[in-house]
């Protein structure tokens, strides 16, 4: 099992910049598939950037070009920086560990867009 725990959250203005970290626990994160998810007030949870164990990465339409996605597996963490935030950024963002038929979620953090 892994514990994950988000943090880098907050409020910035539109065309900001924040930089989202996921500290992971235990000695085999290399192994997992890792993700970044988001939940808006009142809809669904999406995915928002993935990465492989090996580095390959997939975005969403809407984050393509502003978002990027990157891990270390020497650190445990994977990191999500969000560049030219809009206000439709705005949302809980999620941590995910996927291994074989096992997904872990963290508690999420906050990003809130606005000015």
């Known amino acids: 099992q892994v514990q994950l725990v988000e943090s880098g959250g907050g409020l910035v203005q539109p065309g900001g910049s924040l930089r989202l970290s996921c500290a992971a626990s235990?000695?085999?994160?290399?192994?997992?598939?890792m993700g970044w998810y988001r939940q808006a007030p009142g809809k669904q949870r999406d995915l928002v950037a993935g990465?492989?164990?090996?580095?390959?990465?997939n975005y969403a339409d809407s984050v393509k070009g502003r978002f990027t996605i990157s891990r270390d597996n020497a650190e445990n963490t994977m990191w999500l920086q969000m560049n030219s935030l809009k206000p439709e950024d705005t949302a809980v963002y999620y941590c995910?560990?996927?291994?074989?038929?096992?997904?872990?979620w963290g508690q999420g953090t906050q990003v809130t867009v606005s000015s």
């Open positions: 990465i492989s164990t090996v580095g390959s990465t």
């Open positions: 235990g000695s085999i994160f290399r192994l997992y598939t």
């Open positions: 995910n560990a996927i291994l074989g038929p096992t997904g872990y």
